[in-house]
């Protein structure tokens, strides 16, 4: 689907891997896009590269996410810059690594509030304009974690899983609206979330992964496409069959400890 001179597409975690590609694509395809994430020296580079590679507008809109009240004020600078969002990508997220019982709660509550609030807010604030105009794109970054429990990571996995299932019921819940809502599942893939996570030692990290550019163009082939949801390369999905449709709970559970260590 092409832009057209008013619909803009607003990312989220622009700053970096897997976002710094959807901004990029959909810039190729002629989106204006408001780029949105912590690090505003980041936004600022990459808003200057999208201008003169592919000539659209662009907006920076730096915001914690992870700090309440969040996202609102994010709706807010979208609307004081008069932008008519027709595509959200909802991909700011992080995960972090270790014991729940030794999880700094804070980080927790971060995570939380990023991974599913502000997630959330954002479909909410964003959906009145897209079904009033019958045309709009939610794209929700999940995981392929979204399949199973994650012991080791306990917490992220549980924010995919509902990143996954509320993702799904509003793809549902517009269908014949015009709108879509898809799910994207990545797998490991190449960015900076081992890092974040601290995971960098992790055998996971160190396998020669996708990139992020290949992730997203999956994401976004689906989006529009109207895809439900999308998990990306096929151990993926063979992986998410296996433990969604095939395997005991319990087994899931050991065979998931055994990957995260
Ligand atoms: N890479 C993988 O293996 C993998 C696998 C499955 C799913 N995913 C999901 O893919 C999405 C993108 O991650 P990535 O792999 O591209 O990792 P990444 O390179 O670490 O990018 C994460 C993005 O989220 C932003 N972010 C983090 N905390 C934020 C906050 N408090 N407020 C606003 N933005 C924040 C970061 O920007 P700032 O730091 O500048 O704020 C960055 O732009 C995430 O939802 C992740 O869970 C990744």
Redesign the pocket.
């Known amino acids: 689907m092409a832009a057209t001179d008013t619909s803009w597409a607003l990312v989220?975690?622009?700053?970096?891997?897997?976002?710094v590609e959807f901004a990029r694509l959909l810039a190729e395809r002629g989106y204006p896009v408001a780029l949105?994430?912590?690090?505003e020296d980041?936004l600022r580079t990459l808003a200057a590269e999208l201008e003169s590679r592919h000539g659209v507008p662009t907006q920076v809109l730096p915001?914690?996410?992870?700090e309440p009240g969040a996202a609102e004020s994010l709706w807010e600078q979208v609307q004081r810059a008069g932008l008519h969002v027709n595509v959200l990508v909802n991909?700011?997220?992080?995960?972090d690594n270790g014991p729940f019982a030794e999880a700094e709660w804070a980080r927790m509550q971060?995570m939380l509030q990023?991974?599913i609030v502000a997630l959330t807010a954002l479909s909410r604030f964003a959906l009145p304009a897209m079904r009033a105009r019958r045309q709009g794109y939610i794209l929700n970054?999940a995981?392929?974690?979204a399949f199973q429990p994650g012991p080791g990571m306990a917490v992220y996995f549980a924010t995919?899983a509902y990143v996954l299932s509320f993702t799904e019921a509003l793809w549902a819940e517009l269908q014949g609206s015009g709108v879509v809502a898809t799910t994207l599942c990545?797998?490991?893939?190449q960015?900076?979330?081992?890092d974040?996570a601290q995971m960098s030692g992790k055998s996971l990290a160190s396998q020669k992964l996708p990139s992020?550019r290949e992730v997203a163009q999956a994401g976004l082939r689906a989006l529009f496409a109207g895809k439900r949801t999308v998990i990306h390369g096929l151990v993926n999905n063979l992986l998410a069959f296996f433990s969604n449709r095939l395997a005991p709970r319990g087994a899931v559970l050991s065979i998931t400890r055994r990957m995260l260590e």
Do not use: M, Q, W
């Open positions: 989220t975690g622009a700053s970096s891997g897997i976002g949105s994430a912590r690090r980041r915001c914690d996410l992870a991909n700011a997220g992080f995960g971060d990023l991974n970054v995981s392929v974690a995919k990545p797998g490991p893939t960015s900076e979330f081992f974040a992020s």
